[in-house]
C-alpha cells in the first residue's frame, strides 16, 4: 500500500503563488502516475494536473492540466523522494479550495482512476 502527506497550503493574496508538495511512502514501485485534484465548498472534486512516467524511458513524462490552470500551474516530480510538487503562479480567488493528490497507475484525469490519496491541504486565496 501506498501513503501520502501533502504539504505547502496556506493562505495567499490574489496574484501569489504556492508550491504544494506530496510525498508518497510504502510500497509505489507500481505507482506510474500522480496527480492533483482540488475541491471547493459545495463543488465536485476536479482535476488540476497529472504527471506520469513513461515505462520505456526514464526521463519521459507526461504533463497534463486542466484548461483552467493551464499556463499558472506546473507539476513536477522528484524520483528520488517520491514526491510531486504543484507550483502555483497567479493565483486567483477561484482556485481557493482543499488540494490532494493520488497515486495509481495509468495515466488519468478521472478521480476514480486513481488507488491512493493523501489528507488534503487548504489552500485559501484571498481577493
Known amino acids: 500500500q501506498v501513503q501520502l502527506v501533502e504539504s505547502g497550503g496556506g493562505l495567499v493574496q490574489a496574484g501569489g503563488s504556492l508550491r504544494l508538495s506530496c510525498a508518497a511512502s510504502?510500497?509505489?514501485?507500481?505507482?506510474?502516475?500522480m496527480g492533483w485534484f482540488r475541491q471547493a465548498p459545495g463543488k465536485e472534486r476536479e482535476f488540476v494536473a497529472g504527471?506520469?512516467?513513461?515505462?520505456?524511458?526514464?526521463?519521459?513524462?507526461?504533463?497534463d492540466y486542466a484548461d483552467s490552470v493551464k499556463g499558472r500551474f506546473t507539476i513536477s516530480g522528484n524520483n528520488a523522494k517520491n514526491t510531486v510538487y504543484l507550483q502555483m503562479n497567479s493565483l486567483l480567488a477561484e482556485d481557493t479550495a482543499v488540494y490532494y493528490c493520488?497515486?495509481?497507475?495509468?495515466?488519468?484525469?478521472?478521480?476514480?482512476?486513481?488507488?491512493?490519496w493523501g489528507q488534503g491541504t487548504q489552500v485559501t486565496v484571498s481577493s
Open positions: 493520488a497515486v495509481g497507475t495509468k495515466r488519468t484525469k478521472v478521480a476514480g482512476g486513481y488507488d491512493y
Open positions: 510504502g510500497r509505489t514501485f507500481s505507482s506510474t502516475a
Open positions: 504527471i506520469s512516467r513513461s515505462l520505456s524511458s526514464v526521463s519521459v513524462y507526461y504533463l
